[in-house]
């Protein structure tokens, strides 16, 4: 038996007046695009822009639904909105913010990406064989970057293991 580990580095920056002006401009659309969400159930709305190979910006936010499953999250709204509308051209950055409308609900906590955004966005990695970096935040406060989305899900499953 052995123990194997598995650590991944980000950076962590305190507000978004450090970052860099393209990853501060792209963090402030991804905090205004909360305003385009539909959360009528959360109350929790998100926003994500990113920038794609050809400079290109492209948007999404949650898209709720009386049904709850029938949802579908920010970041895979942005990733189907993407590959339909620049289906060879992979996403470099994109940023992810969250406006929380409710009442004990903070806005100063970075956002993680749940689970399933997670597997599609390492779908969108290998499908252009380009990592995705991730700039994670609130409508305020610190900011995480992560070089690439895979380092969130490791030991992942991918079309490999499906013998392709
Ligand atoms: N949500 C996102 O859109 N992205 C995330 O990274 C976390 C959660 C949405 C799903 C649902 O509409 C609401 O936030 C509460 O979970």
Do not use: W
Request: hydrophobic share 40%; net charge negative.
């Amino acid at each position: 038996m052995k123990h194997l580990q598995y650590n991944f580095d980000f950076e962590v920056y305190d507000s978004i007046t450090d970052l860099s002006e393209e990853d501060a401009s792209l963090l402030a659309q991804a905090r205004s695009m909360t305003d385009n969400a539909y959360a009528p159930y959360s109350h929790f709305f998100v926003g994500a822009v990113a920038k794609l190979a050809n400079d290109k910006l492209v948007s999404g936010t949650n898209q709720e639904n009386a049904s709850f499953p029938v949802g579908i999250c920010a970041e895979r709204a942005l990733l189907a909105s993407s590959a339909a509308l620049y289906p060879t051209v992979p996403i470099q950055t994109m940023a992810i913010s969250y406006h929380n409308h409710n009442i004990n609900g903070n806005n100063h906590h970075p956002i993680s990406p749940c689970g399933m955004c997670r597997q599609a966005l390492l779908e969108h990695e290998t499908r252009y064989g380009q990592t995705i970096r991730l700039i994670l935040s609130g409508q305020e406060g610190k900011v995480y970057i992560i070089a690439k989305s895979s380092l969130l899900l490791p030991l992942s499953f991918t079309g490999e293991n499906l013998g392709m």
